[in-house]
């Protein structure tokens, strides 16, 4: 039978978190003023596109949110090779919240790139290469998640679910040179040989790939955090039930 001295007392749970409030804080409010300024740039400083019109300024949102994916992704290949390595649950949150953001933002990728296809192509979406690809490595990660949503969360499917992360790293790769090596439709809006974009239009991308750049790297510390404390609170549950049933006993 349990006694006072064998019920679990409840405990607060100690993650790794506390240096990272004051980063986290500040990146939050870093992101606020750099959106506030890319917004200004984007609407009322960067010309307007002669044959595309407004719908252009689509691209300022389109471009770095693939940016974005990448970073996303690349979070969860990392953290997953390092998790198979190490077995650390810090690297399969990492690698977690990066599967997490990156699929966020492809979804954001390929809602605004349609937008911006029926304008430019009279259609909505084409079997381009970097479409296809994009499309792809969304779905591998996409099915990462669901394994980790609807699954167990055994060390098996940590595992097989950091394997999958990186199997679709490569594909990154894929989305990044299709376009050279098969052609198609999808413009080259900064490669090694110079911007394909007025000059005008180049303050505004800048600011937004820094305001993106800021947006990211608040989402994954903040996925992080949120990750770190579940897996506390999950292990504190297992330390629970473990002293009540030899309690019990």
Do not use: N
């Amino acid at each position: 039978m349990a006694t006072p001295d064998t019920i679990p007392r409840a405990v607060t749970p100690q993650v790794d978190t506390a240096p990272a409030g004051w980063v986290w804080h500040s990146l939050a409010a870093l992101t606020v003023v750099l959106f506030g300024v890319t917004l200004y740039l984007i609407f009322m400083e960067a010309p307007v596109e002669e044959q595309m019109g407004i719908v252009q300024k689509i691209f300022y949102f389109h471009v770095p949110s693939a940016y974005c994916m990448y970073v996303g992704y690349t979070a969860a290949a990392v953290g997953g090779l390092l998790y198979l390595w190490k077995r650390s649950p810090r690297w399969d949150a990492i690698s977690l919240a990066g599967a997490e953001i990156g699929v966020l933002f492809t979804a954001i990728v390929l809602v605004t790139g349609p937008l911006w296809g029926r304008k430019a192509w009279g259609v909505y979406w084409v079997w381009d290469p970097r479409l296809t690809s994009t499309l792809l490595t969304g779905m591998i990660y996409a099915s990462f998640l669901a394994l980790r949503g609807f699954g167990s969360t055994g060390e098996a499917e940590k595992r097989f679910a950091a394997a999958l992360a990186i199997v679709g790293f490569p594909l990154l790769f894929l989305i990044k040179y299709s376009v050279k090596r098969w052609s198609g439709q999808h413009p080259v809006v900064i490669s090694g040989g110079g911007g394909g974009i007025a000059e005008g239009m180049v303050p505004a991308l800048i600011a937004s790939f820094l305001a993106f750049t800021a947006l990211v790297a608040w989402m994954l510390l903040a996925r992080y955090r949120v990750e770190r404390q579940r897996q506390e609170l999950w292990s504190l549950e297992l330390e629970a039930a473990r002293r009540g049933l030899g309690g019990e006993a």
